[in-house]
């Protein structure tokens, strides 16, 4: 029924249906009954009275239904409701498709209130679709089951913020008191979004079903905020007890503490920046633990008797620790990123609140202790009683219980050392438990279910003894009285686990370096425990295993020894040194002198640690005293050969490792003498053999001995393993053959049965042959990959010979590994590092000349690593800081060319860092160049130094070779060269530095112009010295290089610096010197251009040469001087010099054409169109005598150009400029006007064939439409074209469309055209969606504006009911310029058809893109909270006159336009649309009533007239409905139409309607919506405060003490409203005369500054603020008689963050309204101090770029009077801006801002508060580019108001200057004007004197 004709007739079936009847209620109940023996299958298809009656109601709700018909049937929720009572034992069919089109129909429709969607589905809805989860079972085959589908739906609309019932929140943080939205009972529940769901989810049962438990969970996880409220209203008892209920319920406190913190929530809205104060503490404890569990609960679990108990607290607790932890981590995070106070921040201090109300709730340590300590007991019990039970069940139990409380325990106690560290007693005994978990674990076999808790368990012991801090290594416990360091290092070499290895070794290095052992150099204990022995081959062998045990102790009484005589064993190692120095013969050449002096090689950092030389007298000891096996000195030995291998790379030399490896040695012979073990003999030799020959670098004579290994059962898995074990065995402890086939298969073996990465490296360290190890690393199987990355870097590098380091590929496995292991460790890089240069070393010193291709190929190692590493700069320093490299940079020798060379490519000549890093060998070769003892044979070396020198340096340099080129000699070529070579490095690498240096010099560098004839050195010396005189920007131009803001103010500071250098007077010379060749080149032409602009001498000389030459020259090549000279006599002094060359001028009025040619010219250069173009427009200024003849001359050349030369950037602007200046070029066939016909013909063509526009004409149509729209007249029939072209392909393209709206005001078209453009724009395919387009750069407001300028030109012909009926849909309502222009279109139309366009209006749906049925159904439309904003920030200077488009104060583009709302409510009134209540309920709701309660407030008589007509209609209306609101609607009217005027004796009314204070519409207003809002919470405070009087007091502001200080639960709440109702309600001086009545100001003040923690409070509070200063009687009342700048003065010191824009915008609303000369007369000038110091209180603040400009512009105003304090307010000012900078324009380049237009960020004062949206703010889409230009504008100015003196004083002068020629030549238009232009030309004059 409901469905009849497609659905057409739904609303009549709706409104005529009997709802209400008993026997249709009843439907619901008619269920089919089975007959006897039968079972019921109800189906959609079969369906009873109950599912038919429910797909009747869902059909009002599904996806086909409109939203009218939504609303309308929903009006009476409790039908629609009534489907879900019995829900649950409806079919699965029917569950399925109701939940469906519940979440289709009403979720999925985006058109329905989400009020209403919220209403349907509260609590009662939620728990009978929960009923649903008793149904957990399918049905039937291949079905889904009931549960799941409720669950899903379920999870859909309560577990995602932002979608359904679940609103988003604000994490922990409360609900804000100001948020509206959502009913609230009591103070409690109004700190929660989601209250709905929070009574749901007490109604799931969590610990019975798994999806309700996930629901649950889900819910938590996306409203953190009722986390703690479910601890409490959950009924979860978490009292610990051994029972199964109490179980789930642990599990699931445990699973909702460990949800993730949310730490987004920490941020404010924009996700930015962190807020200012953290959430409440409580509610952060409360997450973290149970707030239900207290500590007496916790305490009583740890003590259970019952192990699962305890286990089960424990854990709970842990994982509270786990969340405390994060917690802090994301408190910690916010209170960096604000740079709070460490102590008194607020996110500190929510820090300790939050860790002392943690460790309140969490149990005493010393209970953790006790239950530490009974785990030990009682397995200690166990493991005694084992043999004697061990078949008992019972104890298997315990055996795996004690295993898992133990775990827990030790992780307990780790977390209560590492988050409560202030609860942990400290005492030995914290030792003792922490090693107690080391010493108790024993080994688990491999089929032991109880390894992986051991495992575990030592892990958290070692993180637990991490956090200890006086931990000693020789601290004894465990029943075996073993030491830390004993026992950390058995686990260390004996675990299997890498995570446990890793966190034991990190725990051993952090013990080893704090100990005097190494506190010479604390990275050397990684090298020692790099080097301890493997486990992975220790089974007992003869000299092939290592003992571990015997090893520990070995070393472990070494250790003890040397900790209680260290200085005995560190004499002897600081012996050594010494005799190792006095003996070494590696020379560094001193910078100073040329004398040879020896480097302090060895220093106490060099040598090694005592322990070493420990290890070797307890060797020899028990050596001798056969007091240690054979196989194990193997171990010791093969330590030793380790460590010494690693030990080497820290002495310059290999003397000390070398005398080491001697002592060594003579410990080998002792132990032959002693031992009669052939294998450990044997074992031990191989191991010193392997020493010496790294030691001496050796690579060969490793052939193998003459053991053959067999390798034949590798392939198979049985025995791979252990044959495998068996070679390597043999490989430790000889030598063994084995051919390439069997190195690859045993590589195989070891990955596939061992493959641990360990376990592959203690193989490869058996691979002493260097064939061996290569051949494993060359593989290209998963094996050779997994070897190549584990193989130590020092080890493949020693075993590789020369046929291995030439190798490219082998190279890269090198590069990569030393990369790889410097990622890890700083140290580990310089040690390898070190291998390298000593490997280098004896190659170079020891090895032929022939053999340096493995030096070379060593350093090839470092240069290809070092770039990529991010400790690049302390590598390169170590490298060129190492004595043998800086020996090897400052030698004279031929054979280190190739190595140099290497080097130079690890360094950057641009890099200070790199310049730094070589200085002493720069200083060292300067001496070479410049000393008396210089040798000619060291200048080729010293050319090779000269990029890294200073510029000082190469100058000297330089002044030495010139000297001694003087001097006639055999080496004047070599001479010549280097200085060639100096002065390319000088002038390329620091021409800012050189220029000043060079410029003495220009004489004698021209003298020697015969020896470098043909070079263009000298031209480029010269070139750079005179380019450094010029800043940037001196000829209006950017400079060439692409460079980003923040690198071009860096380098115009540089270039400004060098503007005043003097040169000698040598113009002449110079100019003679350049044009010696016949054809110039480009060094040659910037060269002369320099000089052009440079003297009036090279002026004329330019002058001459030009007369003679520019016929038969190259014109294109001369164009940049022409160019400058022209530029410098426009803007120089006519003087007697000048006129000289002012004959040249009237010679080049013939190559005008070959000017123009140029710049038409499609293959010439941008440069040169420019140039051209800039020619052409001087000599047109310069010469208005010749007008005739150039004019005739640019009308030949644009006619035989192409079309397409007019629309070039340069040639636009050029006829704009000649227009501008020049009004007779702009008439009818004038050159600008042939111009401009020829780019529209070309137009045409470009718009009609090609899809898209390129960049640079986009560009130029910026500066096209400037020149259009100057011209007196274009043809028709030419424009005509472009219009049709335009529309048709380009609508969608704003700068095209905006184009053409511009080009059609300059022609006069025909009625009939116009229509058909008209026609052609509306019936357009993409009409509706470029028109509705709201992006950036969109063309709704070009394609309005064009559709305007159409309609206005022809109103009776224009104004067709088909032309206006498709802008309904386009029209959004609001004040923007473009809906303005839409609505005085619509009034257009009724003034001309005298038709209204009611019809059409009520069509108009605020939804962009659609239509209303009728007028009710559009006003029902309106959005209620943008018309709320519109009513509280009513434009109370809106006109009736709607064709009237002129801004206006208070206009807000994002609001609705009250005029519209005001027409569209008095059609809804005259059409009689409104027919039922409910209607106007939906009226009440979009707050249309309050727009026009406010227009009783409007300035304009016809808006308050129209006002008071709409109001009288709604006041009908309402008394005449049945309508729960109507008495209060009459009652908020009443009161309105009290305040009107009684009409006069004679019956009429006044034509005038009185205007009513704003304050109190506003009231009336908001109590409007609040009658149909009543959940605000303001409603009982408003109504209480109108039914409490008879009428309103137009002289008070309504409610200012009842709700500023309110006594009320909403107190604070009450408080912000009132303000903000105040800022509102303060838009005129009536409005300022009733809020001064009260001392309203004073109440305020007051409240700011005792709010110092409130900051919405007081930036509330400040938005009055900015609005009473708005109004010039209250700030002159408030600044002459309030003291308002002294008490703004002591509050700028105390500014929040955020404060300081409004603060800025107060200030200049002040200066402004109130009048510097008032201020100047009241206060006697004490004002410009107060002022003056709040002003730089600010600027130290600093902020955006925003800010800046805001200040930038008080200070501009301040500057028009003298201020003293200007100075300093001008310095700080600039500083900022160089901060700004920094940051500024990444990644974006400078040449379009030239045709970016100029908006400024903020709007004319005086500022408002009515409206702080981004979307109002007129230049909110500008690029920072702009901003800076208008800064650096003001604040020149700013500094041009200084006197003289206190002007070039300080710094501002020579910052802003430079960048205003920037920024001069970054918006310049050819011929541009304005400050920019003015000082451009000072700059150029004031150059001449200083330079010549």
């Known amino acids: 029924m409901s469905s009849f004709a497609g659905g057409r007739e739904k609303k009549n079936v709706l409104d005529a249906f009997p709802w209400t009847m008993k026997p249709v209620a009843g439907f619901l109940d008619k269920r089919r009954k089975p007959k006897q023996g039968e079972s019921v299958q109800v189906t959609l298809s079969r369906q009873d009275i109950r599912t038919a009656y429910i797909s009747f109601i869902l059909s009002f709700v599904d996806g086909t239904t409109s939203k009218a018909i939504k609303l309308a049937f929903l009006e009476n929720k409790s039908i629609f409701l009534s489907i879900f009572t019995d829900i649950y034992q409806d079919s699965l069919q029917v569950l399925k498709r109701t939940l469906h089109i519940a979440w289709d129909g009403i979720w999925g429709d985006a058109a329905l209130p989400l009020k209403v969607k919220v209403g349907l589905f509260m609590e009662k809805t939620l728990q009978d679709i929960a009923r649903l989860y008793d149904r957990a079972e399918a049905e039937g085959p291949g079905e889904d089951a009931p549960a799941d589908v409720a669950h899903h739906f379920l999870l859909a609309i309560c ?28 103070k409690h529940s109004a700190k929660l979004y989601n209250t709905v769901l929070l009574h749901f989810i007490t109604t799931l049962k969590a610990n019975e079903d798994v999806r309700q438990q996930e629901l649950v969970l889900k819910v938590l996880e996306a409203c953190p905020e009722l986390v703690s409220e479910y601890w409490e209203k959950g009924g979860l008892s978490l009292e610990p007890r051994l029972k199964s209920r109490w179980i789930s319920n642990i599990s699931i406190a445990a699973a909702i503490i ?151 325990t030790t992780r307990l106690m780790w977390l209560y050392h590492r988050h409560l560290p202030d609860l942990v007693a400290e005492s030995v005994q914290r030792v003792r438990l922490a090693l107690a978990p080391l010493s108790n674990t024993r080994a688990a076999g491999p089929g032991d279910s109880r390894q992986p808790l051991g495992i575990l368990n030592q892990l958290h012991s070692f993180r637990l003894l991490g956090e200890l801090d006086h931990v000693s290594l020789s601290f004894k416990t465990g029943d075996n009285n073993q030491t830390v360091v004993y026992q950390m290092l058995r686990y260390q070499l004996t675990t299997p686990y890498e995570a446990v290895r890793q966190a034991g070794r990190v725990l051993l290095y952090r013990l080893l370096s704090r100990s005097i052992l190494f506190e010479h150099d604390p990275s050397e204990a990684e090298l020692w425990l790099s080097c301890l022995p493997s486990t992975r081959f220790h089974e007992t062998s003869k000299g092939g295993a290592d003992n571990i045990d015997a090893f520990l102790h070995f070393f472990e009484d070494c250790l003890l020894r040397c900790l209680k005589t260290p200085y005995k064993y560190l004499e002897e190692s600081l012996g050594i040194c010494s005799e190792c120095e006095e003996a070494t013969t590696i020379t560094d050449v001193d910078a100073s002198s040329r004398s040879g002096s020896s480097l302090l090689l060895y220093g106490p950092s060099t040598a090694p640690s005592p322990l070493l030389f420990t290890v070797l007298e307890q060797l020899r000891l028990k050596i001798t005293g056969n007091h240690i096996d054979a196989a194990d000195c193997c171990s010791v030995f093969r330590f030793l050969r380790q460590y010494l291998v690693r030990l080497m790379a820290k002495h310059p030399d290999m003397q000390y490792t070398r005398r080491v490896a001697q002592t060594i040695g003579n410990l080998v012979l002792v132990f032959a003498e002693r031992t009669d073990e052939k294998d450990a003999f044997d074992a031990v030799v191989r191991e010193a053999r392997i020493l010496r020959c790294a030691l001496a670098f050796e690579t060969e004579g490793w052939t193998g001995g003459n053991v053959v290994a067999s390798t034949e059962n590798l392939g198979n898995d049985v025995f791979a393993g252990a044959q495998a074990d068996e070679i390597i065995k043999d490989l430790r402890s000889r030598e063994v053959s084995l051919s390439a086939t069997s190195i690859a298969a045993l590589t195989e073996a070891i990955v596939h049965t061992s493959g641990a990465p360990s376990n592959v490296q203690e193989f490869l360290l058996q691979l002493v042959d260097p064939a061996f190890l290569w051949t494993s690393l060359s593989l290209d199987s998963p094996a050779g990959v997994l070897a190549r990355n584990c193989v130590p870097f020092h080890w493949a590098y020693l075993r590789a010979g020369a046929n291995e380091l030439l190798r490219d590929e082998n190279l890269a496995v090198l590069t990569d590994r030393f990369k790889s292991e410097a990622q890890q460790s700083s140290g580990a890089a310089l040690n390898n590092m070190g291998t390298i240069l000593l490997r280098l070393q004896d190659n170079i010193l020891t090895s032929p000349p022939h053999e340096s291709d493995i030096a070379k190929a060593s350093l090839l190692i470092l240069v290809k690593a070092i770039p990529a590493l991010p400790m690049a700069i302390k590598l390169k320093s170590f490298l060129f800081q190492s004595p043998f490299v800086r020996h090897l940079c400052c030698s004279p020798d031929a054979r280190y060319g190739g190595l140099l060379d290497v080097l130079f490519s690890v360094l950057s000549s641009h890099s200070l860092v790199d310049r730094q890093t070589v200085k002493a060998q720069c200083a060292f070769w300067e001496n070479e160049l410049t000393g008396a003892t210089s040798q000619t044979n060291a200048i080729p070396f010293a050319s090779s130094w000269l990029e890294f020198m200073e510029p000082e340096q190469i100058l000297r340099c330089i002044d030495a070779v010139m000297g001694a080129i003087i001097t006639p000699s055999d080496h004047a ?36 112009s015969q020896l470098t004839k043909g070079r263009k050195v000298l031209t480029t010396t010269v070139l750079t010295v005179l380019e450094q005189i010029f800043p940037y920007g001196h000829n209006a131009r950017l400079p060439d290089d692409d460079l980003l803001l923040s690198d071009m103010c860096e380098k115009v500071d540089q270039r400004w610096q060098t503007k005043k250098l003097s040169i000698p007077d040598i113009t002449g010379e110079l100019f003679d010197f350049i044009i010696q060749e016949d054809v110039l080149s480009t060094e040659a032409t910037s060269i002369v251009v320099a000089l052009v602009r440079l003297s009036l001498q090279a002026r004329s000389h330019f002058a001459e040469w030009l007369q003679g030459t520019v016929l038969r020259r190259s014109l294109p090549l001369v164009l940049p001087a022409l160019d400058a000279f022209l530029d410098m006599v426009s803007i120089g002094s006519i003087g007697q010099p000048e006129r000289k060359v002012a004959p040249i001028l009237y010679t080049m009025v013939p190559n005008v054409s070959s000017l123009l040619k140029i710049l038409f010219t499609a293959k010439a250069t941008t440069l040169q169109r420019e140039h051209s173009a800039s020619c052409v427009s001087a000599l047109v200024r310069l010469l208005p005598d010749q007008e005739g003849q150039l004019r005739q001359a640019c009308r030949e050349a644009i006619s035989a150009a192409p079309h397409s030369a007019m629309l070039t950037w340069e040639a636009v602007s050029l006829f704009n400029n000649l227009g501008t200046e020049n009004p007779a070029w702009r008439e009818s066939e004038s050159p600008v006007a042939l111009a401009v016909e020829s780019g529209l013909k070309w137009l045409v063509r470009r718009f009609a064939e090609d899809p898209k526009d390129s960049t640079e004409l986009l560009r130029s149509l910026g500066q096209f439409e400037l020149l259009v729209s100057n011209m007196e007249s274009i043809k028709a029939y030419i424009a005509e074209p472009v219009f049709t072209a335009a529309i048709q392909h380009r609508l969608d393209s704003f700068i095209v469309v905006q ?40 063309p709704r407001s070009s394609i309005i504006d064009l559709l305007h300028a159409l309609f206005l030109s022809h109103p009776t012909n224009t104004c067709q009911p088909s032309h206006v009926a498709p802008l309904i849909r386009i029209y959004l309502g609001t004040q923007s310029l473009p809906d303005r222009q839409l609505l005085s279109i619509f009034h257009l139309f009724e003034l001309q058809r005298r038709i209204s366009v009611a019809s059409s209006i009520s069509r108009w749906s605020a939804s962009p893109g659609s239509t209303s049925n009728n007028s009710a159904e559009a006003l029902t439309s309106l959005d209620a909270s943008i018309a709320s904003r519109t009513y509280t920030s009513f434009p109370q200077k809106r006109g009736i006159d709607v064709g009237n488009l002129a801004p206006y104060r208070g206009l807000r583009i994002s609001h609705y336009d009250p005029v519209f709302v005001l027409t569209l409510m008095g059609t809804c009134l005259m059409d009689g649309s409104i027919t039922a209540p409910h209607i106007w309920s939906e009226v009440g709701r979009t707050n249309a009533v309050s727009v026009a309660i406010m227009a009783m407030s409007s300035k304009d008589p016809g808006v308050r007239s129209l006002a008071i007509t709409v109001l009288t209609g709604v006041w009908r209306g309402f008394q005449g409905t049945p309508l729960h609101e109507r008495d209060h609607v009459l009652l908020v009217l009443n009161y309105l139409r009290r305040l009107l005027p009684s009409p006069s004796s004679s019956g009429s009314r006044s034509t005038t309607i009185p205007r009513f204070p704003t304050y109190v519409t506003l009231l009336l207003a908001h109590a409007m919506q609040c009658v149909f809002y009543p959940q605000n919470f303001l409603y009982p405070t ?30 604070k709440r009450e408080r912000s409203w009132i303000v903000r109702f105040l800022a509102d309600g303060m838009v005129s001086t009536a409005d300022w005369t009733l809020f001064k009545r009260r001392h309203t100001w004073d109440l305020l003040a007051t409240l700011f500054q005792e709010s110092p923690h409130e900051p919405v409070l007081r930036q509330s509070i400040l938005q009055v603020l900015l609005n009473v200063t708005a109004i010039e009687e209250a700030a002159r009342s408030l600044v002459l008689k309030g003291g308002l700048l002294g008490w703004m003065e002591v509050q700028t010191e105390e500014l929040l963050r955020g404060e300081e824009l409004t603060w800025l915008k107060v200030y200049e609303n002040l200066l402004v309204m109130v009048g510097l000369e008032k201020l100047e007369k009241s206060s006697a000038g004490l004002w410009k101090d107060s002022v003056s110091r709040s002003l730089i209180t600010l600027l130290r603040r600093q902020g955006a770029i925003e800010h800046l400009s805001l200040f930038s512009r008080v200070l501009y105003r301040l500057s028009t009077i003298e201020v003293p304090a200007m100075s300093p307010l001008l310095d700080l000012a600039v500083g900022w801006l160089r901060v700004v900078e920094i940051s500024l324009w990444s990644g974006a380049n400078l040449a379009f801002l030239s045709s970016t237009p100029r908006v400024p960020v903020f709007s004319d004062p005086p500022h408002t508060g009515l409206s702080t949206s981004k979307a109002d703010l007129p230049g909110r889409n500008r690029p920072d580019s702009l901003v800076w230009g208008e800064i650096i504008e003001l604040l020149w100015q700013v500094c041009m108001t200084l006197p003289a003196d206190r002007r070039t004083a300080g710094g501002a002068w020579n910052c802003l200057t430079p960048r205003l020629l920037i920024w001069n030549a970054m918006q310049r238009g050819i011929g541009t004007h304005g400050i920019g232009e003015w000082a451009r030309q000072q700059v150029l004059e004031s150059l001449i004197p200083a330079a010549i």
Not at 1595 to 1604: C, G, K
Request: hydrophobic residues 40%.
């Open 159 to 186: 577990s995602r913020p932002g979608t359904g019932i679940c609103f988003k929140s604000r994490g922990w943080y409360p609900r804000q008191v100001n948020t509206l939205d959502i009913s609230q009972d009591n």
């Open 258 to 408: 460990t949800l993730p913190v949310p730490a987004a929530s920490f941020r404010i809205s924009n996700g930015a920046d962190f807020d200012l104060n953290p959430p409440p503490s409580e509610r952060i404890v409360s997450s973290v633990i149970p707030s239900t569990l207290r500590s007496s609960h916790l305490t009583r679990g740890l003590k259970s008797a019952s192990q699962l108990v305890r286990l089960l607290t424990a854990n709970i607790i842990a994982k509270a620790l786990q969340k405390y932890g994060a917690v802090i981590e994301a408190m910690d995070e916010a209170h960096t990123s604000l740079e709070e106070d460490d102590f008194s921040g607020a996110w500190v201090v929510g820090r300790r609140n939050v860790a002392a109300l943690v460790a309140l709730q969490v149990p005493a340590f010393a209970t953790v202790v006790e239950m530490l300590q009974d785990s030990n007991r009682k397995r200690k019990q166990g493991s005694g009683n084992a043999g004697a039970r061990a078949q008992d069940v019972e104890h298997e139990e315990e055996l795996t219980q004690h295993p898992l409380l133990s775990e827990t």
């Open 973 to 1008: 070529a070599s001479q010549v060269a280097i200085l060639e070579r100096s002065l390319t490095t000088i002038c390329s690498h620091h021409p800012h530095v050189a220029a000043p240096l060079l410029a003495p010099q220009l004489t004698r560098l021209l003298s020697l």
């Open 1299 to 1338: 184009f053409t709206s511009a080009l059609f005001k300059s022609v006069a078209l025909k009625p009939v055209n116009i229509n058909r453009l008209i026609q052609n724009i509306v019936q357009h395919s993409t009409f509706y969606a470029s028109a509705l387009d709201f992006s950036d750069n969109s």
């Open 1582 to 1611: 408003v109504m209480r405060f109108l039914m409490q009087r008879p009428e309103m007091d137009i002289r008070d502001v309504p409610m200012l003490y009842t709700s500023l200080y309110s006594n009320s639960d909403d107190w």
